[in-house]
C-alpha cells in the first residue's frame, strides 16, 4: 500500500478581511491545460507546412476562439453533469445548477460544449470545422493530463479496492469504507490511470502524428483522440469506483446499460458513440489522398 502523499488541494488562500479566496489545484489545471493548448495552437497555424497547403485559420483568431472554448468547458461541462449524473436532484433544485464552485463537472458534457463553441466559431468565420478539430485534438491531452492529476491531489474519482503494491490510501470516510476488507483499504489509484492514458499515451501518439504529417488528412488527428480516449476512458472504469447515484445493493457496480454483473457504466456508455465515430473519422481520412 503507499499512503496518501500530503498534498492541499489548495495552493494557497488569503484572508482579507470577511473575504477568503483560494487557488487551487483544480482550477490551476484547467488554467494550465488552454493556456498551454492556447500557445500551441498559435505555432501551429504559424507553420502552413504541417497542413499540407495553408493553416486554416489565422494565428491571431485563436485568441477569441479561447474565448468560445472557455464558455463551451464550462456551461457544457455543467450542464452535462446535471443531465447525465443527477438530473433528478437539479431539475428539483434548479439554483443548484449555478453552484459550479461546489464541484460536479463531466468530461463528455464539456467535450460536447466544446464541440458546439467551435462550430459557431467556425461558421462564424468561414473556417474549415474538422481541420480547427485535429489542431485542437492534438492539445487536449495536455488539459486532461493536468486535470487527471489534479483529481488525484484532490482525493476524489477514485478507484475500487486493490491489493496490488501500487494502491494509494486515500483519505476520508467515503475511501476508507471498503465492505468485507478490515484495516485500511487501498484503491486504484484510477485518476493516475486516466491521466498515463488519455494525457500522456495519447499526447504522445498524436504528437508522432503531427511530425509525420498526420494534419495533412482532415479528421485523422481527431479521429485518433476520440478513438483514443473513449478507448481509454472505457477501459480505466474497470478500476474506478461506481458513480454513487447509479449503485444500488442488486447493481454493486453502477451498470446504467445491461446487467449487474456484465454491462456499461455511465462513462463507458458516453464514450462508445466517441469510439464509434473517431474510428468512422480514421477510416475516411485514410480513404482520402494528403493534402500536398
Known sequence: MIPFP?????????????????LRWYALAYLAGLL??????IAMMRRDTLWGDRAPMDPGAVDDLLTWVIIGVILGGRLGFVLFYEPGFYLSNPVEILKVWQGGMSFHGGFAGVIAATWIFCSSRGIPPLRLADA???VAPIGLFFGRVANFINAELWGRPTDLPWGVIFPGEAAQYCPGIEGLCARHPSQLYEALLEGLLLGLILWALVRRG?????????????????????????????????????????????????GLTMGQLLSLPMVLIGLWLIARARRRPALA
Open 136 to 138: 485542437m485534438a492534438v
Open 36 to 41: 498551454i493548448g492556447w500557445r500551441l495552437i
Open 214 to 262: 498526420g494534419l495533412r488528412r482532415p479528421g485523422l488527428a481527431f479521429g485518433i483522440f476520440l478513438a483514443g480516449y473513449g478507448l481509454a476512458r472505457m477501459f480505466v472504469e474497470l478500476f474506478r469506483v461506481a458513480d454513487a447515484q447509479f449503485v444500488t445493493p442488486d447493481n454493486p457496480l453502477g451498470h446504467v446499460l445491461g446487467g449487474p454483473v456484465i
Open 6 to 22: 500530503n498534498i492541499s488541494p489548495e495552493i494557497f488562500t488569503l484572508h482579507l478581511g470577511g473575504l477568503t479566496l483560494s
